[in-house]
T-cell receptor
Framework: TQLLEQSPQFLSIQEGENLTVYCNSS?????LQWYRQEPGEGPVLLVT?????EVKKLKRLTFQFGDARKDSSLHITAAQPGDTGLYLC??????????FGTGTRLKVLA | EAGVAQSPRYKIIEKRQSVAFWCNPI?????LYWYQQILGQGPKLLIQ????????DSQLPKDRFSAERLKGVDSTLKIQPAKLEDSAVYLC??????????????FGPGTRLTVL
């Protein structure tokens, strides 16, 4: 069974700080997606990365797909309270569709 | 554009009872997914439909769970009989088509099931 481990599991930081969330697997994925989920809602797609080594930026969020396509990171610069939520990575491959990671719960304090 | 609709939003039942969830995907979306999200975990794919055919149901506990997609549009997920470990949020998602490896899924708000 493919697994996507995320770290840290919980993160509480002050507004303005930077943070990085990691998503790791021993398996290779064809693509990897990052989602944010708020309480009482479904996950919302933030980005999809498909090429090893690919870096994508979305305002203050920077996403990187590992060269070997087994891992990914999400970096947030100058975090704001509106960034609070559950961050999920999800990988896809030829056999397995949309394996979700264990999640990182982020709280940004004003 | 309307999003993915799910009902009910909350359901509380006793173990061994039956329950059904309904999902109305975004209009025109060919692919529909049902996920189970246990508290503190990421969603787990239960079943994936392409139009009204099943693409993947490898993680669906078929002895108690069943799902159908009516005329390739709405879908229902049923649990019969429910167990305590079925307590979770059941998420429905849809996508335009299965673009290999990079399709965008749009999720509904989920149904929170509590089994007592």
């Amino acid at each position: 069974t493919q697994l996507l481990e995320q770290s840290p599991q919980f993160l509480s930081i002050q507004e303005g700080e930077n943070l990085t969330v990691y998503c790791n697997s021993s398996s290779v994925f064809s693509s990897l997606q990052w989602y944010r989920q708020e309480p009482g809602e479904g996950p919302v797609l933030l980005v999809t990365v498909v090429t090893g080594g690919e870096v994508k930026k979305l305002k203050r969020l920077t996403f990187q797909f590992g060269d070997a396509r087994k891992d990914s990171s999400l970096h947030i610069t100058a975090a704001q309270p509106g960034d609070t939520g559950l961050y999920l990575c999800a990988g896809t491959s030829g056999t397995y569709k949309y394996i979700f990671g264990t999640g990182t719960r982020l709280k940004v304090l004003a | 554009e309307a999003g993915v609709a799910q009902s009910p939003r909350y359901k509380i039942i006793e173990k061994r009872q039956s329950v059904a969830f309904w999902c109305n995907p975004i209009s025109g979306h060919a692919t529909l997914y049902w996920y189970q999200q246990i508290l503190g975990q990421g969603p787990k794919l239960l079943i994936q439909f392409q139009n009204n055919g099943v693409v993947d149901d490898s993680q669906l506990p078929k002895d108690r769970f069943s799902a159908e997609r009516l005329k390739g549009v709405d879908s229902t997920l049923k649990i019969q009989p429910a167990k305590l470990e079925d307590s979770a949020v059941y998420l429905c998602a849809s996508s335009l088509y299965e673009q290999e490896f990079s399709d965008t899924q749009y999720f509904g708000p989920g149904t929170r099931l509590t089994v007592l």
